[in-house]
């Protein structure tokens, strides 16, 4: 049997907002955005799966999905001078390529692994080597679940970690990341 090609790289899925008229594509209207550039970039990091919120256990995550919660990212990020990336991968060597784009361009990543979060160490080394704050973040409460959800091997690499806020949890995020950001303290 002949050997076979790796697949492709998979295509990354960037979620942006929705645009009507009148708004730019984070659905703010023109009076909303910020006139000056951007201080630094956020990298939001989707793990596995992120891709169903909306769909895949509301009960847990709820029912707004993953271009909502981008948008609020987007919106905070830019209240605090910030502009905000976002890449949504169901593979580990995507969110991993990503990290490693980031390193010397992004100013911080948060980071929602999904599954990833309990086995990934190769995305646990990519992040090590970014030299910005990383914010891990979960819709979920991990603590409160299921026992094999209460270790993160991204925790011991994160600047700090939001969890069990539900979607409000990406606004603290990028609130934690623009607190750091300010205070010129990202050590971990």
């Known amino acids: 049997m002949p050997p076979q090609e790796p697949p492709a790289r998979p295509e990354l899925t960037v979620v942006p907002g929705t645009a009507d008229a009148g708004t730019d594509w984070t659905g703010r209207r023109q009076e909303e955005i910020p006139e000056r550039a951007p201080d630094g970039i ?16 509301p009960e847990i995550y709820g029912r707004d999905t993953l271009a909502d919660h981008v948008a609020k990212a987007t919106m905070a990020a830019a209240e605090h001078g910030l502009a905000l990336e976002h890449v949504q991968s169901d593979y580990e060597g995507a969110l991993i390529e990503a990290v490693h784009e980031a390193r010397g361009r992004a100013a911080a990543i948060v980071v929602n692994p999904g599954a990833l979060t309990h086995y990934s160490w190769s995305l646990h080394d990519a992040l090590a080597a970014f030299e910005g704050p990383i914010v891990e ?3 979920s409460n991990p603590k409160r679940r299921e026992a094999w959800r ?10 700090g970690v939001i969890g069990g806020f539900g979607g409000d949890g990406y606004r603290l995020a990028i609130e934690a990341v623009a607190a750091i950001l300010r205070a010129g303290r990202h050590s971990r």
């Not at 990298?43 to 909306?54: E, Q, T, V």
């Open 150 to 159: 209460h270790v993160s091997v991204v925790t011991p690499v994160a600047t």
């Open 137 to 139: 973040l979960h819709i």
């Open 42 to 57: 956020v990298l939001l990091l989707s793990g596995p799966n992120l891709s169903l919120l909306g769909q895949r256990q």
